[in-house]
């Protein structure tokens, strides 16, 4: 399993998870050195508390050299979503029918697949795009469907391969597909992308360069990620951990498994389920790793910010929470802290001021 080193920044401090808000409960008053062992309340550790000097040893941390790959738009997957765009934004009034089907034209079928007389599972649409000879669907349905004039159903007398991968119950099964074909899709042009009505665009230029748009603003949006990812990553292989206390390992492990927990609950999963599915493991492990590990970049962080100044005012942070509070459309900042401490948000800030720090100082070259 690949390490996640951006995961200090999103899920060690629950400051997201907003169904927790609520009254906060009376907290036992301990220090950093009181509550070492495993279990014991933890909501008062914080990192300012640690002498991090004495815990860690700072390597190089300007002029960090990385190597990641510059933002780019792929050109085959533009124009795939050019087409996603198209074929979807298009109207039935704008489809080609006068004519036959042709290999390689865009179709609007539906379909009910029936084995024995009986539809099976998957095997039937309300409405689904395919084109012809991409060889999407089993061999004779898409050459079953040249010919066909839309409006016309047909029924297509089919065996699934054998094996079939994809519903291993379906291996060498005969079946019929009757098919309807709604209707043709028209080449992507200037007029059809008018007729789709879209605010976003009005012509084939503009549609392309909406696509692009989009996908170099998700494509930038990935760079920073692998960005952070690999000067964090270059941060602790030059940092040298004498020790790192068990009460900040447990506060974090803690913070990542109710975070966990509370979104395996919003997909409809107990918690090991959705761990093991995401990384292949049970939750108390995964946030045991993920527990140690953002304990070592908590360190290393509140060490570069003692040594940089990198603080954040009280000031700071209640500007910075008031947003959260717009943003979020709630009524006030005790609305969003719930049950969180208050004093976590300034160490979730001074991660971001060390973070923009490390790469405005970093070296980075593009593979």
């Given at each position: 399993m690949k390490k996640r080193f951006i995961v200090l920044l999103a899920a060690v401090i629950a400051v997201f998870m907003l169904a927790g808000c609520g009254d906060k409960e009376d907290k036992k008053e301990e220090t950093p050195d009181s509550s070492e062992s495993e279990g014991t309340n933890t909501d008062n550790v914080k990192l300012k508390d640690f002498d991090v000097?004495?815990?860690?040893?700072?390597?190089?941390?300007?002029?960090?050299?990385?190597?990641?790959?510059?933002?780019?738009?792929?050109?085959?997957?533009?124009?795939?979503?050019?087409?996603?765009?198209?074929?979807?934004?298009?109207?039935?009034?704008?489809?080609?029918?006068?004519?036959?089907?042709?290999?390689?034209?865009?179709?609007?079928?539906?379909?009910?697949?029936?084995?024995?007389?009986?539809?099976?599972?998957?095997?039937?649409?309300?409405?689904?795009?395919?084109?012809?000879?991409?060889?999407?669907?089993?061999?004779?349905?898409?050459?079953?469907?040249?010919?066909?004039?839309?409006?016309?159903?047909?029924?297509?007398?089919?065996?699934?391969?054998?094996?079939?991968?994809?519903?291993?119950?379906?291996?060498?099964?005969?079946?019929?597909?009757?098919?309807?074909?709604?209707?043709?899709?028209?080449?992507?042009?200037?007029?059809a992308v008018l007729a789709m009505a879209n605010e976003n665009f009005s012509n084939v230029d503009e549609l392309n360069q909406y696509v692009y748009d989009q996908l170099l603003t998700q494509a930038q949006s990935d760079y920073d990620i692998r960005l952070e990812n690999a000067v964090i990553e270059a941060l602790l292989k030059n940092t040298t951990f004498i020790k790192v206390p068990e009460a900040l390992i447990n506060k974090y492990t803690q913070n990542i498994l109710h975070n966990m927990?509370?979104?395996?609950?919003?997909?409809?999963?107990?918690?090991?389920?959705?761990?093991?599915?995401?990384?292949?493991?049970?939750?108390?492990?995964?946030?045991?790793?993920f527990g140690e590990d953002s304990a070592k970049q908590g360190l290393a962080f509140q060490a570069i910010a003692n040594a940089e100044n990198l603080t954040v005012t009280d000031e700071e942070m209640d500007e910075q929470l008031q947003k959260y509070v717009e943003d979020y459309g709630l009524s006030s900042v005790e609305e969003l802290l719930g049950d969180t401490d208050k004093e976590d948000y300034r160490d979730f800030f001074?991660?971001?001021?060390?973070?923009?720090?490390?790469?405005?100082?970093a070296v980075v070259q593009a593979k």
């Open positions: 000097d004495a815990l860690v040893t700072l390597g190089e941390y300007k002029g960090l050299e990385v190597t990641v790959p510059e933002p780019s738009v792929d050109e085959a997957q533009q124009q795939a979503y050019v087409e996603n765009i198209f074929y979807n934004g298009i109207t039935e009034e704008a489809g080609i029918k006068d004519r036959a089907v042709e290999d390689g034209d865009q179709v609007y079928i539906s379909y009910v697949g029936t084995m024995d007389g009986e539809a099976f599972s998957g095997g039937t649409s309300e409405g689904t795009f395919l084109k012809i000879g991409s060889g999407q669907y089993i061999a004779g349905f898409e050459d079953g469907l040249i010919g066909v004039t839309p409006g016309e159903t047909v029924d297509l007398n089919l065996t699934f391969p054998d094996p079939y991968d994809p519903n291993p119950d379906m291996s060498g099964k005969e079946v019929v597909f009757t098919v309807t074909v709604i209707y043709i899709a028209p080449e992507i042009s200037d007029e927990t509370t979104a395996a609950a919003s997909y409809g999963y107990d918690v090991d389920s959705y761990t093991n599915m995401l990384y292949g493991m049970d939750s108390v492990m995964i946030s045991a790793q001074m991660f971001d001021k060390v973070i923009d720090y490390l790469i405005e100082n």
